[in-house]
């Protein structure tokens, strides 16, 4: 099976959102729901010494979605195994069919991937485009980007050529789930757990 995972580039994102909005419009989302959300997370303070000022600000952008994970806390905790993984690519899905919008994989989910669709009646999340990797087509996300800080592919390729860090504040401990999902962080990144700073934007994540 050839896991398929998300890289994301910190040095290069803008915070814009085109990855988020373009999932949004091709997934034909409503105001309430997103498969991506752009997370800033910023804090520090200014000390002052004598006549000198010194700082430790810091601010900096995650684009996060489903990280289809190897230990999927949704698929764990579905009391209706609604949820599972693709054998050929690993995508994390969710069968409509069996869901009850009971919304057990959202209240599981470190990464807040699951959302339930009260208009659907039943949960829904990023499913790494699987239509259109289906047809060797990147993800919607990965493909709007304008400064191309996203891609995606098979998860060791990915970690073969970027690293395997997954680990960065307000992202949770990448030892819950084991997300397929690597990051080259921006070089303020504060470490997952960390509590020095605050997601600026919150309410419009949650």
Not at 24 to 29: A, I, P
Not at 44 to 71: M, P, R
Request: hydrophobic residues 30%.
């Amino acid at each position: 099976m050839s896991q398929l995972g998300f890289y994301f580039n910190g040095q290069r994102c803008t915070g814009c959102k085109t990855c988020e909005l373009a999932c949004k419009d091709y997934k034909e989302l409503g105001t309430e729901i997103a498969y991506r959300h752009i997370y800033e997370y910023t804090g520090g303070s200014w000390t002052q010494s004598g006549e000198l000022w010194n700082e430790d600000v810091f601010s900096y952008y995650i684009s996060g979605a489903c990280n289809h994970c190897d230990k999927p806390a949704c698929l764990a905790n579905c009391p209706q195994g609604a949820i599972f993984k693709e054998e050929d690519t690993g995508i994390v899905q969710i069968d409509v069919e069996k869901c009850i919008a009971c919304g057990t994989c959202v209240t599981s989910c470190p990464y807040g991937a699951p959302r339930v669709d009260t208009q659907k009646n039943h949960s829904v999340k990023c499913n790494l485009c699987s239509e259109r990797v289906a047809e060797n087509q990147a993800p919607i996300c990965v493909e709007s980007c304008p400064l191309r800080a996203l891609e995606y592919g098979d998860i060791e390729e990915l970690r073969s050529k970027y690293g395997d860090e997954a680990a960065i504040a307000p992202l949770p401990d990448p030892s819950q789930t084991d997300p397929n999902l690597v990051i080259t962080q921006v070089k303020q990144a504060k470490k997952s757990g960390d509590t020095s700073g605050m997601v600026a934007n919150e309410h419009e994540v949650a």
